[in-house]
């Protein structure tokens, strides 16, 4: 029995399952405050918030602190990584259900209550995705992210594409049955520009998932993701670890694959967010562009992806495949932005934001 069996034997027996909400922190003290306090704002009550801060250096110690003994603190000593981090929450964990959310990210006062109400009327989800409100550091509404995810067994759609509709990591829930059959989470590290960087936790869950069971999705918005300088993929330019991403979870899908006995796999190069970065890595036209809008028009048609979401990254793959450097900015300022100072006098300025990368 591992410890992740072990501290869902204690939970059991309640009238009101047990939610576990984890969170991991690195140097998000701006932000951690208000992420703890939507959980402690929750209508549903039988929770514990486990946070988990990896040795951040910029005072989110003292407002981890500050909230006692509501939230259950593990302080790493020394900066260990995403899934070191996940994982130790995990253990510490004792809930039917678990949560995830980002620190810098917060949720709706009904999210536990809504989940808990979806995972009792479907037995058969093991992962719940919701959708989110996009919000700036200051709170104000930038827009709502994808709205249509995924239910049911999505397996043959994600050996197909390598991904099926669902939510990002502040969205996703998860039965405790099912974490204990695929953790500990590995960890995968590639050094770009003399930094370590780890693959997204969530990353792992969402793919594996699938292998043990259906998935299932709540639409209403249940959570609000946080887009600021930070956190916002498209100002770091790191082409290496997003391609080291999408080679990752490529492996992730076909160990399943191949443990569960399927005789299909995954084959990466259809993936078209994978040749876009490529691209924009290179630099170079290295995919015909005719070929990137025939590869997503069938993508988004297998996964039901809906017309905005699927236009969206029509737009985006072949803008980087035909033109690596607008690309680029396409991948900085969104796409609104890009098309606004194409075509107009308006300077570069932030605009919309991409569906999940795995929508």
């Not at 990210?105 to 037995?123: G, I, M, S, T």
């Not at 960087?197 to 998935?215: E, R, T």
């Amino acid at each position: 029995m591992n410890q992740l069996e072990a501290n869902s034997g204690a939970a059991s027996g309640l009238q009101l399952p047990l939610v576990s909400v984890v969170m991991c922190n690195y140097n998000f003290g701006r932000f951690i405050g208000q992420a703890i306090k939507s959980v402690l704002g929750q209508t549903y009550s039988n929770f514990e918030l486990i946070v988990v801060d990896d040795a951040s250096t910029d005072g989110s110690a003292e407002v981890i602190r500050s909230f006692g003994e509501r939230v259950q603190a593990i302080f790493l000593e020394r900066n260990s990584g995403q899934a070191e981090a996940y994982n130790t929450a995990l253990r510490h964990s004792r809930g039917e259900i678990v949560c995830l959310l980002d620190s810098d990210d917060y949720y709706h006062p009904r999210k536990l209550e809504r989940v808990v109400q979806a995972f009792a009327e479907h037995p058969d989800w093991m992962q719940i995705s919701h959708p989110w409100i996009s919000v700036d550091a200051d709170n104000g509404v930038i827009g709502k992210g994808v709205r249509t995810f995924a239910a049911g067994d999505v397996r043959k759609m994600l050996l197909n594409w390598g991904r099926y509709p669902c939510a990002i990591t502040s969205g996703l829930a998860y039965r405790r049955a099912m974490l204990e059959k695929i953790t500990p989470i590995p960890s995968r590290e590639v050094i770009v520009a003399g930094r370590p960087y780890n693959n997204g936790s969530d990353c792992y869950l969402v793919a594996v998932a699938p292998f043990y069971g259906q998935v299932g999705c709540i639409e209403e918005p249940l959570m609000y993701y946080r887009i600021h300088g930070n956190n916002r993929r498209s100002r770091s330019g790191n082409f290496a670890y997003a391609l080291m991403s999408y080679k990752t979870v490529a492996e992730f899908i076909n160990t399943m694959a191949a443990k569960h006995g399927f005789a299909e796999r995954f084959d990466l190069e259809r993936d078209g967010d994978y040749q876009a970065m490529l691209a924009l890595q290179d630099g170079a036209k290295r995919y015909p562009a005719w070929k990137m809008i025939a590869l997503t028009l069938r993508e988004g048609i297998a996964c039901r992806s809906r017309p905005r979401d699927l236009l969206w990254r029509l737009l985006y793959r072949t803008i980087c495949v035909a033109s690596p450097e607008d690309g680029k900015t396409v991948l900085r300022i969104g796409l609104r932005g890009f098309f606004r100072a194409k075509f107009t006098s308006t300077p570069f300025s932030v605009g919309d934001t991409p569906p999940s990368s795995r929508s």
